[in-house]
């Protein structure tokens, strides 16, 4: 499936954003979606997922308690809404596919066969 991530921009410290990840394919919404950020200078990391039953999620610690990740089949889109913005936010965000099984352990990139172009999160102190 073809993935487009989109809702990045330019936010103030303390503020929020919702991303977006769609595909064209119905075949999305068989699949789990995550997503996942790479900060200048670092490496790619999880962020979130959602399962293909919509409800089984995970989140990484820096996330978990100020993000929310969900999914709508009838639009074959999920959403990832993230709170309390900091700098340390700033990031490209990518939206992945895997249809396989969930994963039980640490989720990683090589688990995703799709991935988004990713969508710019800038967020100023």
């Known amino acids: 499936v073809q993935l487009q991530a989109s809702g990045g921009g330019l936010v103030q410290a303390g503020g929020s954003l919702k991303l977006s990840c769609a595909a064209s394919?119905?075949?999305?919404?068989?699949?789990?979606v995550a997503w996942w950020r790479q900060a200048p200078g670092k490496e790619r990391e999880f962020v979130a997922v959602?399962?293909?039953?919509?409800?089984?999620?995970r989140y990484s610690d820096f996330v978990r308690t100020r993000s929310f990740i969900s999914r709508n089949k009838a639009r074959s889109t999920v959403t990832l809404e993230i709170n309390s913005l900091t700098p340390e936010d700033t990031a490209v965000y990518y939206c992945?596919?895997?249809?396989?099984?969930?994963?039980?352990?640490?989720?990683?990139?090589?688990?995703?066969?799709?991935w988004g172009r990713g969508t710019q999160v800038t967020v100023s102190s």
């Open positions: 992945a596919a895997r249809n396989g099984p969930w994963v039980i352990e640490t989720w990683k990139e090589s688990d995703f066969v799709s």
């Open positions: 959602i399962g293909r039953d919509g409800t089984s999620t």
């Open positions: 394919d119905r075949a999305f919404n068989g699949w789990h």
